[in-house]
């Protein structure tokens, strides 16, 4: 199972939106809406943002929010703030009854 | 507040064998799907593999299949990863995550801190 698809990094200024892209196949990301996004700071465990597409656990803010389209998901922050600042890994549940991680995206506030 | 605490990594010898264990705590264990999650030095997220509540289904990632096995003592409230043949590939930081649905870890809820496997000579 190949990983799935990420922009190496995606900066912003606070305030700003931004969008970081997570693109699979029709075997992952197209096929369930089991896509989750994970949030990690150097040095600590990854935090859940995002699961089901576009669930939010309760605590994490309303800036940020989920979507799929097709063969792609999306995680967008609103509002950057310098807290955000961080790796940004998107998961997806697979038709092997596996599940595969995104490739992870360098968020930097600038 | 949930707790998963691991514990077993170290220093191993590429063919060698390691035991990792994550205690879990203030949550009803049986209840969730628990997995195994590694991320190699400066790299990113590779799901490993997990487990049902009940213990009863096991999923492994291909690159560790007939090598690692999962189990859990729900008497306990312990998942365990038996990782043997070890490869110098498989030097990383284990996390233990859990899922609030009992059959299968469609997403990772709760993490613990981690423990660091190194296979070296």
């Known amino acids: 199972q190949s990983a799935l698809t990420q922009p190496a990094s995606v900066s912003g200024s606070p305030g700003q939106s931004i969008t970081i892209s997570c693109t699979g196949t029709s075997s992952d990301v197209g096929g369930y809406n089991y896509v989750s996004w994970y949030q990690q700071h150097p040095g600590k465990a990854p935090k859940l943002m995002i699961y089901?597409?576009?669930n939010r656990p309760s605590g994490v803010s309303d800036r940020f929010s989920g979507s799929k389209s097709g063969n792609t998901a999306s995680l967008t922050i609103s509002g950057l703030q310098a807290e955000d600042e961080a790796d940004y890994y998107c998961s997806s549940y697979t038709s092997s009854s596996t599940e595969v991680f995104g490739t992870g995206t360098k968020v930097t506030v600038l | 507040e949930v707790q998963l605490l691991e514990s077993g990594g170290g220093l191993v010898q590429p063919g060698g064998s390691l035991r990792l264990s994550c205690a879990a705590s203030?949550?009803?264990?049986?209840?969730?799907?628990m997995s195994w999650v590694r991320q190699a030095p400066g790299k990113g997220l590779e799901w490993v593999s997990a487990?049902?509540?009940?213990?009863?289904?096991?999923y492994y990632a291909d690159s560790v299949k007939g090598r690692f096995t999962i189990s859990r003592d729900n008497s306990k409230n312990t998942l365990y990863l038996q990782m043997s043949s070890l490869r110098a590939e498989d030097t990383a930081i284990y996390y233990c995550?859990?899922?609030?649905?009992?059959?299968?870890?469609?997403?990772?809820?709760?993490w613990g801190q981690g423990t660091l496997v190194t296979v070296s000579s």
């Open positions: 487990i049902s509540g009940s213990g009863g289904s096991t």
């Open positions: 089901d597409v576009s």
């Open positions: 995550a859990n899922t609030p649905i009992p059959y299968f870890a469609y997403y990772f809820d709760y």
């Open positions: 203030t949550f009803t264990f049986s209840s969730y799907a």
